[in-house]
């Protein structure tokens, strides 16, 4: 089964910029959707197809893939942005696989 | 707008069945492939089931094939989750989400919480 590894935690200052990591087999080679999930809450998707933004998603919410990494990343990070966060791709067509999930503390 | 809202759980002993429910509306249900994703007390996210927009196409994580079922019903905006022979670590919140395959998870619901306890 395809495993997709993250960090268990990030912490960042404010004002300035997180980078969450996501490891996987050949990943590149794969899209890559990551959420959002604050406490008590579901959760929300940010970057999908590796790079694009929902509508409603602020600009400082960025994503890239490439080789075996896929990164999350938020600049000028604000304390709004403290949550969970899970890489997502579709190994196959019946099998959606979630990442281990990463908690950002903003300091 | 969309709203996905998610009922039946509750505390059932280990065994039991428990059936969910998803009830849609604000966007055309009867278009959308949807999913099942749990996430047990303070763990991660995990894909439970998914089944297409025409109920064609059926799918279930190996953890439980065999013991669940994915339905839908069309004509009332409805998704369900059957569950059987419930375990500990089937303990879990339980969300019904939006997915066509190779595609995002777009729409979530607010989760309803299974808990499977002697």
């Known amino acids: 089964s395809y495993v997709l590894t993250q960090p268990p935690s990030v912490s960042v200052a404010p004002g300035k910029t997180a980078r969450i990591t996501c490891g996987g087999n050949n990943i590149g080679s794969k899209s890559v959707h990551w959420y959002q999930q604050k406490p008590g809450q579901a959760p929300v998707l940010v970057i999908y197809y590796d790079s694009d933004r929902p509508s409603g998603i602020p600009e400082r919410f960025s994503g890239s893939n490439s080789g075996n990494t896929a990164t999350l990343t938020i600049s000028r990070v604000e304390a709004g942005d403290e949550a969970d966060y899970y890489c997502?791709?579709?190994?196959?067509?019946?099998?959606?696989?979630f990442g281990t999930g990463t908690k950002v503390t903003v300091l | 707008e969309v709203q996905l809202v998610e009922s039946g759980g509750g505390l059932v002993q280990p065994g039991g069945s428990l059936r969910l429910s998803c009830a849609a509306s604000g966007f055309t249900f009867s278009s959308y492939s949807m999913n099942w994703v749990r996430q047990a007390p303070g763990k991660g996210l995990e894909w439970v089931s998914y089944?297409?927009?025409?109920?064609?196409?059926?799918y279930y994580a190996d953890s439980v094939k065999g013991r669940f079922t994915i339905s839908r019903d069309n004509a009332k905006n409805s998704l369900y989750l059957q569950m059987n022979s419930l375990r500990a670590e089937d303990t879990a919140v339980y969300y019904c989400a939006s997915a066509v395959i190779f595609r995002p998870f777009d729409y979530w619901g607010q989760g309803t919480l299974v808990t499977v306890s002697s």
């Open positions: 089944i297409s927009s025409s109920s064609s196409t059926i």
């Open positions: 997502q791709v579709w190994d196959s067509s019946s099998d959606p696989r």
